[in-house]
Each structure stands twice: as structure tokens, then as C-alpha cells.
């Protein structure tokens, strides 16, 4: 057996107070795509920090080629051979892509001057065995964020990186982007770069890896071949448990509490008529851009309707501000947590009260004690974990911090609840409660909306489907007519179904803003 | 994850502590050492008389910071403060001089500033500026204003009725730094204890955020701008008491005393954090900084030195400390 282009030796790595991980080891071979699996704290970002050269292994050692390398900080890790893709690109979009490319390291003549044709000359090759199409001087900005992820790649073929660690580089990406990228991916292994691939999505990572490593609370849980396991046996692994194949049940009842007629907007949204059930979950599903987000914020009251009328239970409401929509009952559950969810620097208590202070406050002065009596009883209903209220949000992991949100309109009353990619960024485990909770609101007489690109957590939740089409609705499927194919199949316009059907059994494709 | 959550419920001494939080107490003991090394430098510095002083001479400072703190918190800076006082203070004056009734000479005063944090907050709020931009302008304006009003020259001859008001004393303790106190104590209870004060965290630690959740945010932001521009006229009343004149020069440079007192205390330029307790303890920093050196006969030169260093040794503090508590 050939000497292993990445090898981890028992590497262990403690923090005050917390083991992030514990004798770790597996290897990844030259021209190997390599997946490293398992839900958010099991310590795949400890690992591919250490692989950066960002943390030093308390315990064990990197071998490249079979030799232990020293990797005290990023540089060393370069020059090592390692280059990181991050999730968040740490690139700066004014710049143009060949000046991304060269940040940090510039060439220069004379040591002064920034060589800026010889730049772009060198990352136009860079470019040319992978994208040809895109334009090194052209601003960063200007890209889309798939061919931004393609920028970096380019980056880490000028680095002659041995290794590329891709620290989950689709998670913004269209299924058509994510083929691409894939392409770029095995032409990276053909070359003999051993490539690290983390993602929450396992059918990506099937898709593209050949082995893959689970790892649960810090340690590897195992190295699998991918040809010889399930999916179901994957997540098994990094649950630590069987989670149960949910079935759909209905809470839907007769009358309608939401009346949606003729809505438009300017952005995005036109002509979108529907009625929305007590108990009733609605599920929406669509492509990118086709008006999903902003359909959800014209209920939330975040943008302006430039047409058309909601009811609630009967009566005509006017949703000019998000004010005015949760007065009306409508509470929003935004699919950016950390941008348009959560006040980071503030406790669970806060962020949970912050909807209904009023309420909290009904002399002007907040009545602590009672808001940590609602807020105790609201985080017990979500199962928060740690309990611990008082503790600013931002310390807790996505799908708490979902919860929290999801506390926020409890307590403020709220009946109709309007989810944007509810599990986005969040782990497994915490997307099988973030189902119940959605199931048990609507068994007790919420109306749920529900935005999702996963088609299957869409098929998991609704009791009916609308699909979006720019901006309009293209159909209307119930459970009896609800398959992937079927959501596929109105979801993409019809020039686009030749080119889009492979794609179809997968995502209607994750959203990207801007 | 473990589970250490079990008794959030009754827990009084540790909920005291808890606010008291560990950057006040870091000020805290900032001011306490500072405290020491005079005490133990400048002979009589314990006098009381002395530490009266030093809280007299914090007081105007500590008034224009709470009202600064406010406006930090919401993400916002108010450069204006010291213009806004001064149009308030010859404004107050010249009614003062033309016999207009006190009580009418410092309600017009303080609408002044009231108008003046209102036209900022309009500007930041409604307008969508940047609040350094708009503050900076106005900044100009303000000044403008009260000297073309004065024609550049001071109001002298307050009556001394008025002056009494300032100047007088209770419990031993000067009228600025009862009143002072006093606007600490109503500035701490809308931080902690109303929805206002959790709405400026919000709008100040996620705008986004606060705005999909309900937040009234330019009502907010107007409201801080407004307070700060209230405080700098009450600030600017207990000057003139104190002096007996307005001159339209008056509080130059207080922006930037009053911004480095909540920044001592822990209030984040970038916005959602900040404390009253703290900024009260910035501002006794600054001022028995002053005092002190002063009292050590050292040069003008050395103590602006000396307060540059305090301000980057605080931000250093804060910095290496930062993430943990």
C-alpha cells in the first residue's frame, strides 16, 4: 500500500474545559476525495483547523507523504502543501480575482511595484484548466458565489497545494453550480491532490467521495468505503442512533385563518393566491429566485405588497411592518439565523422576549420575574440544551438558537408561523426536533408555512405544496399528488427540464441571496 | 452538552452578581488602583473635600456620557453633544438675562437640546446617514448656530436666583452630582428594566434581527439621540450655573471626553453593548485622573498623555479579556 498523501495520528486537542478531540486518526490517500462527516461539535472544524495550522494538536501529529510536518500556523500550513476552502469565502469582493488570488503573497516588481499583468497572466492559467470563463481582472464581487468557490480552487492549484480541505462549499450553491464544482473537484483528485470534503449533505458527499470519515463528540466513529454503506447507516453513525423514518399526519382543519389573494410585490412576487388552514403546514418549494423568501417576508410584513389583500381569520390586515404582522399574529423564523434571527450578544431571554416585550412590560417597567417564568416554560416546550437562559445566544449551537426564535413567537402568541429553511445549517439530530416541534405546533392549532429547498424535508412536513415559478405559483400539489418528481417537475421552467432532470431526484436547488 | 441548568430558578445573591457584571467590576477595580497610586502620591488626595471635588468635576462629563452610551449602544455616536450644549446654554442664558422665569429658561434649554438629538435621529433613522457623518455636520451646525446667535460673544450676568439652583449642596453633596446620580439611576433602570432599554441592545446588537422581530427601530435610535442631546442641555444648564455666563464656545471637544468614558466603561463602538455603571466609572476615571495629576502639579501636555494612555490601556484590557464571563 502506497504511503498516504494526509495521514492524522492520534491527534487529540484540548481546550480548557472541553476535549474537542480525542485520538483521531485516519489517512487520505493522493487523488482521494475524502468526506469527514458528523453533526455541528463533533469536531470536524477542531480537525481541519489543525490542518490549517490555526489550532497546534495538544496530542499526535500531520503526516504528508508519510513524513510529520510542523503546522504552528497558516503560512507554515501553505507552504506545507494544505490550502483551506472556507464555507464564509475570505475573500474581499472589490478586489479584482486575480488580486484575491494573489492576497497576502502579491507579486511585485522590485519588491514595490504589485505586478498586476503578471498576476492576472498567472491566474488566468490557473483559471484556464478549470473555468476559462471567468475574467481574472474582473471585481471579485461581480462573481457568483459558485464561481467564487472556483476562484479559491484556482488559488490552491497557483499554491501547488498536495491538499485542499473544502470546509462546506456547497452550501449556497444551485444543483447546476454544485455539478460543476464537482467536475472541478475529481479533476483536482485526477492531478493526485488529496482532498478533504466536509458537508452536511450526505448525498453530496456520496455523490462525490469515495471514503469518509464519521466522527461523533471528538473521536472517529469509523473510515467507511461509501460503496459498501447506506445513508441510513452514515447518519446512524453520526447521530449515535437510528433517528425513526417520521410519517406525515394531517392536523389540518376546516377553516381558514389565512386568505391570500392576487399579492405582488416589485421585487419578485406576482399574482400568489392561497389559503392557509388552522393547523394546517404549507409547504412552498421552488428554485432559486423564484420568489420563496419574498413571498414569506410580504406575510412577515419585512417588505411592501405593491398588490393584493391577506386576510386573517376573515378580516382584511394591512402588513406594512413586522410590527403590525405579528400584532396580526404572523411571526417570521428568518432563514439567515445569525443575520436577521438572533441578537447575538444577548441571552435567551432576551432574544425570546424581544417580540413581546410589551407584553413582559405592561407599566413601562419589564417584569423580570415573569418573563423568565415564560421564558423557562417557552425553552422547555423547544427543549433547549443547555438549559440555560440566561446565557447570550450566540454561545448556543444553530438549532438551539432556532429554537429560541421559535420560543419568540410562542410567547408572543403567535398562530401563524412562517418558517424559511428551517434546518439550514442545522446538524441532524436537531433537524428530527425541529420537525416535531413544527408537527406538535400545528397539532395544537397553528397554521405553519414552510419554505424549504430540501424537497425531502418539504415531503416530510406539509399537508400540501405550493411550487413557486418566478414568482408566481405554479402549482398547487396535496399529499395524495406529492412526490420530488412532481415538485421538479413544475419547479423548473420548461426550456430549463432537459438540462435540469438529473438534477431533479436531489434539491430544487438551495437558495442563494444576492 | 451537559446539563448544568437545573436551579436557574432561585438564585439571588449569583442574580446580583450577574449584574454587576465582570467588565464593571474590571472598571471598578481600574478605578480603584488609579485611586491607590494618587492616594498614595498626592498628600490630602483622600481628603473629602478632595473625592467631592473630583465628582463635581466628573459630573458634567459622566451626564454627556450617559446620553452617549445610550446612543453607542444603538450603534449609533452622537459627535454633537458639545455644540448641542452650547446652543442650549446661550439660548437658556439670553432668556435668563432677558428675565424670562427659570423654570421657562431651562425647559427651553432643554427643548433645545431635545430638538437638536431629534433632528439627528431623523437624520440617522429616516434618512438612512451614517450617524458619524450626520453628527459631524451637525456638529458644525450646532456651533454655528450658537454663535451667530451670540454674535460670538458671551452671555454674561446670569441672575444669581438661577445660579443658586447649581450650586447649592445637599446631604454634602454638590446639586451636579445629585443631579447626575440621579440621571444615572433613571438612565440604569430604562437599560435594564424597559423595553426601550432592550430595544437599544437589539437595534444596536442586530438591526435585522430587531426589525423582523417587531422592534419600533427608527422610534429607538430617534429616542437615544434625542436623551443624549436632553443630557448635554442639562449639562450645559450646570455649567452656566456654575460659571454664571454662556459663552457660545463652551463644551468644545466634550464628544470626546464623553465617548471615551463609555468606552472605558465597555460600551462597544460597534454597537448592543454597553453599561450605565460602567460609563459612571469612566468618567470618575477621567476626572480623578485630572484631579489628580493636577494636584501633582503635572504639565497640561502630560496629563492629556496620560489620558490617552488609560483610554488604550482600558481598549488593551478589554481585549485580552474579552470572551471569557
Known sequence: MPVPRLQFESISKVFPAVRALNDVSFSVGAGEIHGLLGENGAGKSTLLRILSGVYRPTAGSVLIDGRPVTLNNPVAARAAGVAMIHQELQQVPRLSVAQNMFLGHPLTRGGVFVARREQERRAASALAAIDPSIDPAAPLGSLKVAQRQIVEIARALLDRARIVAMDEPTSSLTPSEFERLAQVIAGLARDGVAVVYVSHKLDEVFGICQRATIMRDGVVVDSVDLAKVSEKAVVAMMVGRELAQEQHRSHASGDVRLSVRGLASAAKVRDVSFGLHRGEVLGIAGLVGSGRTELLRLLAGADRASAGTIEIDGKSVKLSSPREAIAAGIGLVPEERKREGIVPLRSISSNMALASMSVFAPRGVIDHTKLKQVASEKMKRVNLRPFLLDRPIRLFSGGNQQKAIIGRWLAAGTRILLFDEPTRGIDVGAKAEIYHLIEELAAEGHSVVVVSSELPEVIRLADRVLVMRDGAVAAELDRASLSEQAIAAHAIPQTKMQAGQTHAGRSAGPQARQ | ?325
Open chain 2, 1 to 325: 452538552m451537559t446539563d448544568i441548568g437545573q436551579d436557574t430558578a432561585a438564585r439571588p445573591r449569583a442574580d446580583f452578581l450577574h449584574r454587576f457584571s465582570m467588565r464593571d467590576a474590571g472598571t471598578l477595580i481600574g478605578l480603584v488602583v488609579i485611586l491607590a497610586v494618587f492616594g498614595a502620591l498626592v498628600p490630602g488626595f483622600f481628603a473629602e473635600r478632595n473625592l467631592i471635588n473630583i465628582l463635581q468635576q466628573s459630573s458634567i462629563n459622566a451626564c454627556l456620557a450617559l446620553g452617549m452610551t445610550l446612543v453607542i449602544i444603538s450603534g449609533g455616536i452622537d459627535l454633537s453633544v458639545g455644540p448641542t450644549a452650547a446652543l442650549s446654554a446661550v439660548i437658556s442664558a439670553s432668556m435668563l438675562v432677558a428675565g424670562v422665569p427659570f423654570v421657562l429658561a431651562i425647559a427651553a434649554g432643554l427643548a433645545i437640546g431635545l430638538a437638536c438629538g431629534l433632528l439627528n435621529g431623523i437624520l440617522v433613522a429616516h434618512v438612512g446617514l451614517q450617524p458619524f457623518i450626520v453628527t459631524l455636520g451637525t456638529l458644525s451646525t450646532y456651533r454655528a448656530l450658537a454663535l451667530i446667535y451670540t454674535g460670538g460673544n458671551p452671555v454674561l450676568g446670569l441672575p444669581p436666583g438661577f445660579r443658586a439652583i447649581f450650586n447649592g449642596s445637599l446631604f454634602g453633596l454638590p446639586m451636579s452630582v445629585i443631579i447626575v446620580a440621579a440621571v444615572a439611576l433613571v438612565a440604569w433602570v430604562v437599560l435594564k428594566k424597559t423595553p426601550f432599554g432592550e430595544y437599544l441592545l437589539a437595534v444596536g446588537g442586530n438591526e435585522e434581527a430587531a426589525y423582523i422581530a417587531g422592534v419600533p427601530i427608527a422610534r429607538t435610535k430617534i429616542a437615544a439621540y434625542m436623551i443624549s442631546g436632553l443630557l448635554a442641555a442639562l449639562a450645559a444648564q450646570i455649567l452656566i450655573g456654575r460659571l454664571g455666563a454662556a459663552e457660545p464656545i463652551l463644551g468644545n471637544l466634550w464628544e470626546l471626553d464623553a465617548i471615551a468614558a463609555a468606552a472605558i466603561g465597555g460600551a462597544s463602538l460597534m454597537g448592543g453593548k454597553g453599561s450605565v455603571v460602567g460609563t459612571i466609572l469612566g468618567a470618575v476615571i477621567l476626572g480623578t485622573m485630572r484631579n489628580g495629576l493636577t494636584l501633582m502639579n503635572v504639565q497640561s501636555f502630560y496629563q492629556l498623555l496620560a489620558t490617552g494612555l488609560i483610554i488604550l490601556a482600558a481598549m488593551l484590557i478589554d481585549r485580552v479579556t474579552r470572551g471569557r464571563g
